[in-house]
């Protein structure tokens, strides 16, 4: 091997090493966590010239020609590490663009907006980081102890780029790989619900915008300790693209597929074809063809192959030690074995009831008759429209209350209001004697109160054992800090999790489908699987919003009987149901609603009796 | 589908200069006479691009809400299934919505070549990115919406350059923005997230 030849196999070594470590960041913030980040390139930016500026001398000791902030001149591996630090920090001011408030194409645009934004400014501001020229004359690392054009040199920095590259695969599996990478992955397939299940979304996406900032900047550090110069032109946010290509076309959210897209596109479409001869073609004619070629396969990819080449892989959380062989059929029997385990307090409760009154007074919880959650004059507007105009409710311990009403009563938004999915305009939530109504729907969901969806709302690409254990609460490994530390610390806390959702699989016939992705699930699974998952937060009270919907009426009734039992085991439950033998043969008491008020509260059989109410729904 | 136009302008941006090199090409015309009106000063020609942009702007108006067309633009814009089940032609209705921002696209580029006088592949490198943030200004998926963060956005980035710097015009109309986005993110014209 000629000597060039080697310079050229450790050029593009070094240049894998760190787009590795970029597409890892960025694999990180838009395959798992979902969040689009346009504006990636910004960080690797952001490091990139703080390595500069920590590792050149003064500005006056450097000849006076360029004019820059800082000029420290720090030893390696000072810069390294500050470019990674302040990658992270630079991240989050960018925090309030993708919070709770602005999501999905919003933030993209406001991400893509803000890199063109700083490129601009830096590009024309002069004396901040020496504007368009950009800085150059950057010292290579320990350049006063070696030569950084000798053979060795570039044998170790080639090294120590791939090692920090593998080192920035070790930490994003760590972090993906754990109970919190699930809750980011939950986030990613839809972030309301997992809102609604406890999960903060606002440090989740700061927590990933920090961490690929991070790597993004050590990325910068690395490649500008390395071609020693950098330049506006070198971060446009073309390059942003480049970065998406690479992960779309790797797998997004699968971390082998981002280590192979940062090998094929950027390394080599970008950089290996710099050594393409151009003598063919008009000048810059090689270059304009790379940026067709990654255009073409960034929409080639999306079109027939969405996943990438490596997809993200499926995380089996063996189901095999439950070896339960159940058809169709056997789901919609499921309720004996489970009765009879469990359901001696309220035995022969399911039985359709001639008099649901005369069971109300039989079930045992009935006499703690605290108030878990109460309602006061509660309003929300949207536009002109007042969803609920008003409604004071109060729903007690140990209760199954129903609410029913003709569509657009106010049903489902009286449960958003009342989980926090969506605010209040005037009126409060008193739940177990305290004023949650300023409380966003993820700390209620940690007091108890939980609730679920009208539409489906499984986590598509999580195995139906995944979305349960999303659920889990006070999971040790559901923190970046707990991620962190590693499998050995949070392990028993998973055991016991898995323990538990293999518990609810068998009681509701699901054990086969736990391997099952949420989103290839049936209607009426997908709604189990709901109700599961809002158990296994171990709510104190629960807001189901028509959870018999589209499910057969035999596991309907076996729904509504399983409910009755965990009521009869101390929980709450406010249900919004449409079909009236469900509430007459589950729900006492019964709260009727139409037009955003309370029309009537009583049993079923109260509420039959009572002109307006037939007037206004039962007969209709 | 961020992703995806933002491929697809790669792939013609830099298509079209790979094939035609990247030298400007100059278009020019005569300007007509100038007139002077409060500080301002505008070419007949700049008149008349104004004019036309009225015109289109009432002729979205006019499609929008009067015709058939434009009715079942809009419903596939809301609930495409249902459309479908309507009878719509969804397909066909996102085909000719495609040809038709083509179309309005062309007429901008043509103006925008008229104005300036000369133009090569590259000089609407950021002009994508400044209508994204009209669009998005205004609200994203709202007609008058996007009417409304076009002027606004161009107003702030040509008062923006007489008052301070050419250099910064676009910033400060990617400030507006951003601002916006704060403050109410739905867009000007958008529901109330």
Redesign the interface.
């Known amino acids: 091997m000629t000597s060039a030849q080697l310079y050229y196999l450790l050029n593009l070594l070094i240049y894998a090493g760190v787009d590795i470590i970029a597409c890892l960041g960025l694999s990180q913030q838009f395959g798992v966590a979902g969040v689009t980040n346009f504006g990636f390139i910004i960080f690797q930016a952001v490091g990139a010239y703080t390595a500069a500026i920590l590792s050149l001398p003064s500005q006056s000791a450097n000849g006076g020609f360029q004019s820059y902030l800082g000029g420290w001149n720090l030893p390696f591996p000072v810069p390294w590490i500050g470019a990674a630090i302040v990658g992270g920090l630079a991240a989050l001011p960018f925090t309030f663009l993708v919070g709770r408030r602005l999501r999905g194409d919003f933030a993209a645009v406001g991400l893509l907006v803000t890199a063109v934004t700083f490129n601009l400014l830096v590009t024309n501001y002069r004396p901040f980081l020496n504007g368009a020229a950009g800085l150059s004359l950057v010292p290579a690392p320990l350049q006063g102890e070696y030569d950084p054009s000798g053979a060795g040199y570039q044998w170790a920095y080639a090294v120590i780029a791939l090692v920090l590259a593998a080192g920035a695969y070790w930490l994003v599996r760590r972090v993906t790989e754990s109970p919190y990478g699930r809750s980011l992955r939950a986030m990613r397939d839809n972030d309301l619900v997992a809102d609604s299940l406890g999960k903060n979304l606002l440090a989740q996406r700061t927590s990933v915008l920090v961490l690929g900032g991070a790597l993004a900047g050590l990325s910068g550090g690395i490649l500008v300790g390395y071609i020693t110069t950098w330049s506006p032109g070198a971060w446009g946010y073309a390059e942003t693209i480049v970065l998406f290509a690479a992960v779309i076309i790797g797998g997004a959210g699968s971390h082998r597929g981002a280590v192979l897209g940062a090998i094929l596109v950027p390394v080599g479409f970008e950089e290996a074809t710099r050594y393409i001869p151009s003598t063919f073609g008009p000048p810059g004619f090689v270059d304009d063809l790379q940026w067709v070629a990654i255009g073409l396969l960034v929409v080639i990819f999306l079109w027939f192959r969405p996943q990438g080449i490596l997809p993200e892989r499926r995380r089996i959380i063996g189901a095999a030690s439950a070896p339960v062989n159940m058809t169709n059929e056997d789901v919609v029997t499921l309720a004996g074995p489970v009765r009879a385990s469990h359901g001696a307090a309220v035995a022969g409760s399911a039985l359709p009831a001639a008099d649901p009154a005369s069971r109300a007074t039989a079930s045992p919880a009935v006499a703690d008759d605290g108030a878990v959650l109460r309602a006061v004059d509660l309003v929300r507007d949207f536009g002109g429209v007042h969803a609920v105009a008003g409604v004071s409710i109060e729903v007690r311990r140990g209760t199954l209350t129903g609410l029913i009403g003709p569509n657009g009563a106010g049903k489902s938004t009286l449960l958003s209001v009342l989980a926090g999915t969506i605010p209040v305009t005037s009126g409060q939530v008193i739940y177990q004697g305290r004023d949650v109504t300023g409380l966003p729907a993820y700390r209620r969901a940690r007091l108890g109160l939980v609730r679920t969806f009208q539409l489906a709302s499984e986590f598509k690409r999580l195995t139906v054992m995944e979305n349960l254990l999303s659920a889990v609460p006070g999971h040790r490994g559901d923190s970046l800090a707990g991620a962190l530390r590693g499998r050995r610390f949070w392990r028993r806390d998973e055991e016991a999790a898995i323990a538990r959702a293999r518990v609810l699989l068998e009681r509701f016939g699901l054990s086969s489908y736990a391997d099952t992705y949420g989103g290839d699930l049936s209607g009426g699974q997908r709604r189990l699987t709901e109700i599961m998952r809002a158990l296994m937060t171990e709510p104190a009270m629960l807001l189901l919003d028509e959870p018999m919907a589209g499910v057969h009426p035999r596991l309907a009734r076996q729904i509504g009987a399983q409910l009755l039992d965990l009521c009869a085991e101390g929980m709450t439950i406010l249900m919004v149901e449409h079909e009236l033998a469900i509430m007459d043969e589950f729900c006492n008491p019964v709260i009727m609603m139409a037009e955003g008020t309370v029309l009537a509260t009583g049993t079923m059989t109260d509420l039959r009796a009572r002109a307006e109410v037939v007037e206004a729904y039962l007969v209709g | 589908?961020?992703?995806?136009s933002?491929?697809?302008?790669?792939?013609?941006?830099?298509?079209l200069?790979?094939i035609v090199?990247?030298t400007n090409v100059s278009y020019t015309m005569s300007q007509g006479p100038t007139v002077r009106a409060g500080g301002l000063v505008l070419t007949a020609v700049q008149f008349v691009i104004i004019g036309l942009a009225l015109v289109v702007m009432a002729a979205v108006h006019v499609l929008l809400r009067y015709t058939k067309l434009g009715k079942a633009m809009r419903a596939t814009a809301a609930n495409r299934s249902l459309a479908r089940n309507c009878g719509i032609r969804t397909d066909r209705i996102v085909t000719v919505t495609w040809a038709l921002t083509g179309a309005l696209c062309g007429i901008a580029g043509t103006v925008f070549a008229i104005n300036n006088g000369s133009f090569g592949a590259t000089s609407a490198d950021?002009f994508l990115?400044v209508i994204?943030?009209a669009v998005?200004l205004g609200g994203?998926g709202q007609a008058y919406g996007a009417m409304l963060g076009a002027v606004v956005i161009g107003l702030a980035t040509e008062i923006s350059a007489a008052y301070i710097?050419p250099?910064?015009k676009?910033?400060i109309a990617?400030?507006v923005?951003?601002v916006m986005?704060?403050v109410r993110?739905g867009g000007l014209l958008g529901a109330a997230?």
């Open positions: 589908m961020v992703i995806v933002l491929g697809m302008t790669l792939i013609i941006e830099f298509g200069q790979a090199g990247g950021l990115v994204l943030a998005f994203p710097t250099s910064y676009d910033v990617f400030a923005l951003l986005m704060a993110p997230a």
